[in-house]
C-alpha cells in the first residue's frame, strides 16, 4: 500500500504549467493597471504595472508583447502624473 502518489514528470509539467500562467496573468495585469493608471492613481498603478510587468517577463511570460505594453504604460502613468505636477507646480494633480 503506498500513501503517497508517486513522483511523475507530469507533477512537474503541471507545476510549470502553473508558473505559466501566473507569468500570464501578471502580464494582462500589468498591462490593465498601466491603462487604467492614465486616467486614475497614477501615482500607485504607474509603479504596480512595471513590477509586474518585469516580474512577468523574468518569469518567461508567453505573453511578452503584453507586458511590454504594461511596461511602457506604467512608464506612461509616472510621465503623465510629472507632466500634470509641472502644469499645476503642485505635487498632486486634478481637473
Not at 508558473?19 to 498591462?31: K, L, P, T, W
Request: glycine share 12%; net charge positive.
Amino acid at each position: 500500500m503506498q500513501l503517497t502518489a508517486p513522483a511523475t514528470s507530469s507533477t512537474t509539467t503541471d507545476i510549470k504549467a502553473a508558473g505559466g500562467r501566473d507569468a500570464d496573468g501578471m502580464a494582462v495585469a500589468s498591462f490593465i493597471l498601466g491603462l487604467v493608471g492614465l486616467l486614475v492613481l497614477n501615482v500607485f498603478l504607474g509603479p504596480i504595472a512595471i513590477a509586474l510587468a518585469g516580474a512577468a517577463l523574468w518569469r518567461g511570460t508567453a505573453r511578452r508583447g503584453r507586458a511590454f505594453l504594461g511596461l511602457g504604460l506604467g512608464v506612461a502613468d509616472l510621465l503623465v502624473l510629472v507632466a500634470f505636477m509641472q502644469l499645476d507646480s503642485t505635487v498632486s494633480w486634478n481637473f
